[in-house]
């Protein structure tokens, strides 16, 4: 399938309904999607706290990519394509782990924690090293979260789209956080599929009977529909009730969404959980320690959106990452991360049931 009739099934569409069944299971329009959406996206690849220590580096698989994210310095992380500049190799097969340096399995050039190439055999004069870094991803650290980019952007393109994140990031304590639980649920479907399911909650009545104890059901239906919905919008004035009080705290209840003609759909909310819930757990109660700057429990929690793909739900004790990665035209790798904050014993102090 090629470009045009891409184009033309995507003129066909009928608004308001899910697409034709090509976009969930085409590999064409998946390689197609791969080279104009998916590769110019900042991912939330994992937290700092995940590779604490120089050399710590974890890998992460992506469309047709391998991605090694290293610590390489105490204070920087960088993120490379995991292909031999000799003759393209996997550099590193262990999914996670620490290293001094990579050595290519197949020939061992070895290139070191910033990429360089350090060593080759034998390759005789004229040859320069210099010329065989493994190629880089673009990489922005953000109160703790790694983002990386496939294609090469500036830090000025990450500001553009996320400078507005920090005071929120920083208000939950997400630069000193630490990883509490990891969870992969790798799914075979299509990257669309995955993530309308995630968007809407439509479906949370009948199949998350478990979620919606601790939310109230307007609540529910609310935040799960677009902001201009006249579900949300009868719900708003439950949201600025909640708001004066949090905002009497000086708790964060600023907003932000993308306008709706801008390509880079991000934002954040800050909202009440409702059912006098104070944190989205099995029964509503806090699991952890406050975190970060918040002075009480609110009853809120933040959405926090980066893009489709990079998602946190902030609680007042703990925060989740939702990492959203294509990896085939219908299989899609959700990666869940539960933050708590510093120095805290699990079982002790928070607990991840
Ligand atoms: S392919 Fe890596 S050293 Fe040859
Ligand atoms: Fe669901």
């Known amino acids: 399938m090629n470009a045009e009739q891409i184009s033309a099934l995507l003129d066909r569409q009928k608004p308001g309904f899910a697409l034709e069944q090509a976009f969930y299971v085409s590999r064409d329009i998946f390689d197609f999607e791969c080279e104009a959406i998916l590769r110019d996206n900042w991912y939330m690849a994992g937290h700092v706290s995940r590779i604490p220590e120089v050399g710590d580096y974890f890998l992460w698989e992506i469309m047709n990519e391998s991605i090694i994210v290293v610590r390489s310095s105490a204070s920087t992380v960088k993120a490379f394509f995991n292909v031999c500049r000799h003759k393209g190799s996997r550099v590193c097969l262990e999914a996670e782990g620490k290293k001094r ?7 061992a050039w070895t290139y070191s924690l910033d990429g360089r190439l350090a060593n080759a055999r034998s390759m005789g004069a004229g040859f320069d090293p210099a010329d065989y870094f493994l190629f880089p991803c673009s990489v922005q650290v953000l109160c703790g979260l790694i983002f990386i980019n496939l294609s090469d952007k500036s830090q000025a393109d990450f500001e553009r789209l996320y400078g507005n994140y920090e005071p929120l990031l920083d208000f939950h304590g997400l ?11 790798p799914t075979d479907a299509n990257w669309k599929l995955v993530l309308e399911n995630f968007f809407e909650c439509y479906h949370c009545a009948p ?19 677009s902001p201009d919905s006249e579900l949300r919008q009868a719900y708003m004035p439950v949201i600025e009730a909640w708001r004066e009080r949090a905002s009497a705290l000086g708790h964060p209840v600023d907003n932000f969404g993308s306008a709706a003609a801008d390509p880079d759909y991000r934002g954040y909310i800050r909202a009440p959980l409702g059912n006098n819930s104070l944190s989205e757990t099995e029964d509503g109660k806090p699991a952890a320690p406050i975190m970060g700057k918040f002075r009480e429990f609110d009853g809120g929690h933040s959405t926090i959106v980066f893009n ?13 990452m939702f990492r959203f990665t294509p990896t085939g035209s219908r299989k899609t790798d959700l990666e869940v991360t539960w933050l708590v904050g510093p120095g805290l014993e699990a079982g002790k102090d928070y607990d991840t049931d």
């Open 207 to 225: 199949a998350h009977p478990e979620y919606c104890r601790i939310h109230s059901p307007e609540a529910v239906l609310a935040m799960g529909s």
């Open 175 to 185: 630069a000193e956080a630490q990883v509490a639980a990891r969870d992969r649920y």
């Open 308 to 320: 489709p793909f990079s998602w946190i739900l902030g609680m007042t004790d703990f925060a989740v």
């Open 101 to 107: 340096m990579f050595t290519c399995p197949y020939h």
